[in-house]
C-alpha cells in the first residue's frame, strides 16, 4: 500500500492544466489538476458526475450558467448534463477532482 500526498511535488506549467490521475477503480477515476493561472476558460459538458475540492488557491466558474467563486476547501457537485465552465484560477491552484461513470 503507498501513502501519497495531493500537494507533493505540484509542478506548475507555465500555461493550461495538468492532470494526474491517483486512481482509477471500477467506475471512478480520481485526478489531481494543477492550473497554471494562465490557461483560457474552458467548457465541459460531461455525461458523467464528478465531485471536485480546491485544495489550494482560488477559482471562479459557472455551473449551469450560475456563477459560483471557490477557495480552498471548498467543494462542488458538478451533475452529468450540466455544463460547467472554469474562468479563471489562481496560479497553482490544486484540485481534487472524482469522476463516477
Given amino acids: ?6 500537494l507533493a511535488n505540484p509542478q506548475t506549467s507555465q ?10 477503480h471500477k467506475n471512478v477515476t480520481i485526478e ?4 497554471s493561472g494562465n490557461q483560457p476558460s474552458a467548457k465541459y459538458l460531461q455525461d458523467h458526475d464528478e ?11 459557472t ?3 450560475q456563477p459560483i467563486s471557490l477557495k480552498a476547501g471548498d467543494t ?12 479563471r484560477t489562481s496560479v ?3 484540485w481534487l477532482a472524482v469522476h463516477v461513470k
Fill in 1 to 6: 500500500m503507498n501513502s501519497k500526498s495531493v
Fill in 15 to 24: 500555461s493550461g492544466e495538468q492532470f494526474d490521475t491517483l486512481l482509477k
Fill in 32 to 35: 489531481r489538476i494543477i492550473s
Fill in 51 to 61: 465531485w471536485v475540492m480546491l485544495v489550494s488557491g482560488e477559482a471562479e466558474m
Fill in 63 to 65: 455551473l449551469g450558467g
Fill in 76 to 87: 462542488l457537485h458538478l451533475p452529468g448534463g450540466v455544463e460547467h465552465e472554469v474562468l
Fill in 92 to 94: 497553482g491552484a490544486v
